[in-house]
């Protein structure tokens, strides 16, 4: 039995019956949130830095539209390949703010470890950030790259670009949460979340940055400073994923979301049942 938005201090995957959250087991799935967001900011820059920075690969590649593939393509696996890691099958793999408050919203995930789950993802991805600076020097400054920050394109104004995060994460969440509605769809959502944060990287790059993650921009800005969208970046994603979520629990009629873990598993690493 599934857990309602309600229910706050309960969660459940699959069919098991539903058990308190202590908080001991909170923080210990938010310590590995905070891991999981470290790494992907850490990669981000580092992959920013060797793309878009001074070096072989940003010579020999001067196309933008290119270097924007090849970074979604490192993202994405990237990506993927931390939501189905030992710790992604843990905590759920979410790595992201909108994640979490969605599959709250969902009814699958405990609404008491919400605000610890963004505290550690948005202190991962400062800590990701300022690594990746110690491990690749003061080229990480470098304007090309300027620590892996996002910025719109000119002539973009702040409602533009929320409306554009909102609907953006409002659609991913709604894919995610379908997918996971499905106990045959639900394993290929660490690659359905990879595809489309990389076409978004592709699509969006030159445009509104691709964000769809607050804590993809948090670290970034309050490193580099850039602070002007930083609000909007943080909270346009919020918003969409609480849209995105309400939609499906209004449409979805009898079919229920069947965990928060995006690996797409029970918990011991079992095939759902829906």
């Known amino acids: 039995?599934?857990?309602?938005?309600?229910?706050?201090?309960?969660?459940e995957s699959g069919d098991q019956a539903a058990k308190p959250v202590d908080g001991r087991t909170i923080v210990a799935h938010s310590a590995l949130e905070f891991l999981l967001t470290f790494v992907l900011l850490f990669g981000v820059a580092t992959?920013?830095?060797?793309?878009?920075?001074?070096?072989?690969?940003a010579?020999?590649?001067p196309q933008i539209r290119l270097r924007l593939l090849i970074i979604g393509m490192c993202v994405g696996l990237l990506l993927a390949g931390l939501i189905l890691s030992k710790p992604g099958k843990i905590s759920g793999g979410h790595i992201n703010p909108a994640?979490?408050?969605?599959?709250?919203?969902?009814?699958?995930?405990p609404g008491l470890s919400v605000i610890p789950y963004i505290v550690a993802q948005l202190a991962g991805s400062m800590l990701g950030v300022l690594a990746?600076?110690?491990?690749?020097?003061s080229v990480i400054e470098d304007p090309r790259v300027m620590y892996a920050v996002l910025q719109p394109a000119s002539g973009w104004s702040a409602g533009a670009l929320f409306v554009a995060e909102t609907v953006s994460m409002g659609v991913i969440v709604y894919l995610v949460g379908f997918f996971l509605?499905?106990?045959?769809?639900?394993?290929?959502?660490?690659?359905?979340?990879?595809?489309?944060?990389g076409g978004a990287i592709v699509l969006l790059g030159t445009t509104t940055g691709g964000s769809v993650n607050?804590?993809?921009?948090?670290?970034?800005?309050?490193?580099?400073?850039?602070?002007?969208?930083?609000w909007v970046y943080v909270l346009a994603p919020l918003v969409g994923a609480a849209i995105a979520a309400a939609v499906?629990?209004?449409v979805r009629k009898r079919r229920a979301v069947l965990t928060h873990r995006l690996c797409g598993t029970q918990p011991d690493g079992s095939p759902l049942r829906g």
């Open 248 to 250: 499906l629990n209004r």
């Open 59 to 61: 010579d020999a590649v």
């Open 99 to 109: 994640i979490s408050l969605a599959m709250w919203r969902f009814g699958v995930f």
């Open 47 to 57: 992959i920013t830095r060797w793309v878009m920075g001074p070096s072989p690969l």
């Open 132 to 137: 990746a600076r110690a491990v690749w020097g």
């Open 214 to 230: 607050p804590a993809r921009q948090f670290g970034p800005a309050l490193v580099s400073g850039r602070l002007d969208f930083l």
């Open 1 to 11: 039995m599934a857990e309602t938005p309600e229910s706050g201090g309960r969660a």
């Open 181 to 197: 509605q499905h106990a045959r769809l639900a394993p290929l959502v660490p690659w359905l979340v990879g595809i489309l944060i």
